[in-house]
Nanobody, 116 residues
Framework: QVQLVESGGVLVQPGGSLRLSCAASGLTFRMYDMRWYRQAPGKERELVAAISSTGTVTSYADSVKGRFTISRDNAKNTVYLQMISLKPEDTAEYYC?????????WGQGTQVTVSS
């Protein structure tokens, strides 16, 4: 059974930092491209960051470039999202996604709230 379990979401003040983790099990993690999405209340889910299976290629939404960094540890079957200079508009549920060919999986999400 494939599981993607996100963690690290909390309430943080504007300007603060946070690192999200997504631990994968039940799949050959090193074969999967990984992504982080987020969805704010009343808005569509949006792609935040992506990383290739080997970790050599990354991409980011314009809204988070320079502030967020995606990384992965294939030995630990985990993908990370380091977030700095957080803004209230970063408040959302953050989801982990794994994709390989026509196969994909989603995590259940972790809530990030940026507020003073």
């Amino acid at each position: 059974q494939v599981q993607l379990v996100e963690s690290g979401g909390v309430l943080v003040q504007p300007g603060g930092s946070l690192r999200l983790s997504c631990a994968a099990s039940g799949l050959t993690f090193r074969m999967y491209d990984m992504r982080w999405y987020r969805q704010a209340p009343g808005k569509e889910r949006e792609l935040v960051a992506a990383i290739s299976s080997t970790g050599t290629v990354t991409s980011y939404a314009d809204s988070v470039k320079g502030r967020f960094t995606i990384s992965r540890d294939n030995a630990k079957n985990t993908v990370y999202l380091q977030m700095i200079s957080l803004k209230p508009e970063d408040t959302a549920e953050y989801y982990c996604y794994a994709g390989y060919s026509s196969t994909s999986y989603w995590g259940q999400g972790t809530q990030v709230t940026v507020s003073s």
